[in-house]
Every structure is written in C-alpha cells, then in structure tokens.
C-alpha cells in the first residue's frame, strides 16, 4: 500500500484509537494503521526536537550571560548580539524541522490516497473553526498574546541581564508562534484521505487532533525556565506563573467542555 508493509500491532493500537473515538464497531484498516503510526512517529520526533530547542535556548542564554547582575562588561554586550543571531537561527531550524516532520506525515498521506480507487470529501471543506474550534484558537492566540506581553515587561526591568532574558524569551516565543502557525497550516490544507463515511469521519478526527496538538502552549510554558527566571523580579515570577496556572485551567476546562459537546452530537466532522 505505502511500499512498507504494516505490522500488526499498528493495526491493533489503530483499534484502540477507534474504540476511543466512539468507532469500536469499525474495523481497522492497514490505511488507518499507517496514517496513525505516522502520526504517532511524527509527535514523537516533535517533543523531542521542542526538547532540543528548549535545551538550545538554555545554552545559548548561558553562554552570553555575565556572571552577575548589573551591566555587561568585558565585551559580553558583543557576545549578546551574536548569541541572538544565534538563536535566530535556531529558531529557523525549529520551523524549518517542524516543516519537514509534517512533510514526511503528508507524503504518508498522500501515498495512502494513492492507493483508494475513489475518494470522498465533506460536502464543505473543514475550515479552523471546525478543525480547531474557537475556544481552542482563542486559548491559543490568548497564550501567545500573555507571554509575550510578560516578555515586553521583562524588558522594562533596569538591569542588562533581565533584558537580555526578556530579549531570548521574546525571540523564542516568535519562533514557537511562527512553527505553530506553520504546522497549523499544514493541518488545514492537506487533502482529506478516504473513500467513504467511516473513513472520512476517522480522516476528520485525525485532523482536529493534529490542530489540538499543535496549538498546546507546552513550550510557551517552558521557555522562561531556560532564561529569564533568575535575572527577573519576584513580581514577574509571580506574574508568569500564575499566567502558567491560569492556562492549564483554561485549556482543562476547553477540554472538557469540546469533550462533552461532541460526545452530544456524534464523532466529530460526521459526514452530515
């Protein structure tokens, strides 16, 4: 089917994704078993690489940073500048192999739907709304939103060591808001892959949690443990977490009620 032959207990976790998504009677595909190890492989690399990026973070802070508080001397303001470049281009590396994990998903995609002999689609095409829901993408947008204003806060700090965190926070966060708004894409836009309702009901589910995945604020959360929680005001660490706290409230609660709302109205993105 996809030029590599599916082991058996691929298909039996395929199973259990279906029992859990209200389709015990549905029997798995080795289509099915395929697309859901590939996802599976790609969130596996993705936490390991937001790991590396979280850890690059750490060391890129660690390198530039002076020993003590107050201004940078001996040179250290040079360093700073090209740690930040640094870490620029850490973070094009964060997209850009984000990008690449998602590629490899569609192409198994795409090879899979080579092989149907026909294709169904949803009568309209799924669009953010209801792929990611607007709870979720104002969960999301609300995060971005919170830690970057707390980022700009940091920079009001007088110290040059809290600035140059601020600094490494912010640039980290434009990084995690750009892969987001890229793998985000991708969800949207890759072409449904079924050829009747059963499947084209699984293709959905797998979509809306792709979009949920992507959107969860993990390294949003992280990335001031790598940087700035040492150089800040008791205020701010106050502030962060809080905000912290606040946002895994939240994203339990949208959870909970999106869980409840498609369980009241069937699987979601049924073929009406």
Not at 48 to 65: E, K, N
Not at 195 to 201: F, K, N, R
Not at 208 to 230: G, I, M
Request: proline residues 6%; hydrophobic residues 50%; contains cysteine.
């Amino acid at each position: 089917m996809t030029g590599k032959p599916v082991r058996q207990a691929e298909v039996e976790r395929a199973g259990v994704w279906l029992a859990g998504h209200g389709l015990a009677d549905v029997r798995p595909t080795p289509l099915l078993a395929t697309r859901l190890a590939a996802r599976q492989r790609a969130r596996l690399a993705s936490s390991v690489l937001l790991a590396a990026f979280i850890i690059a973070v750490a060391l890129i802070y660690t390198f530039a940073r002076p020993p003590g508080p107050g201004p940078a001397v001996d040179g250290s303001g040079s360093y700073r500048h090209w740690s930040l470049l640094v870490l620029t281009a850490v973070v094009g590396g964060l997209v850009l192999a984000q990008s690449l994990l998602d590629w490899r998903v569609r192409r198994v995609d795409r090879r899979a739907g080579a092989t149907l002999p026909r294709r169904a689609a949803h009568p309209v095409r799924p669009g953010w709304r209801t792929v990611l829901g607007l709870p979720h993408a104002a969960f999301a947008a609300a995060t971005f939103a919170g830690g970057t204003a707390l980022g700009i806060g940091a920079l009001t700090v007088r110290d040059s060591t809290a600035q140059y965190a601020a600094l490494v926070l912010l640039i980290g966060l434009c990084g995690a808001a750009v892969g987001t708004a890229v793998q985000l894409r991708h969800v949207l836009t890759h072409p449904v892959v079924a050829d009747d309702e059963v499947s084209l009901t699984a293709d959905g589910i797998m979509r809306v949690e792709d979009a949920r995945e992507v959107t969860t604020p993990t390294v949003v959360w992280c990335l001031p443990v790598a940087s700035v929680l040492d150089t800040v005001p008791g205020w701010w660490v106050a502030a962060w977490c809080v905000f912290v706290a606040l946002s895994a409230v939240s994203l339990a609660l949208i959870t909970v009620r999106t869980g409840l709302a498609a369980r009241r109205r069937g699987t979601p993105l049924a073929p009406r």
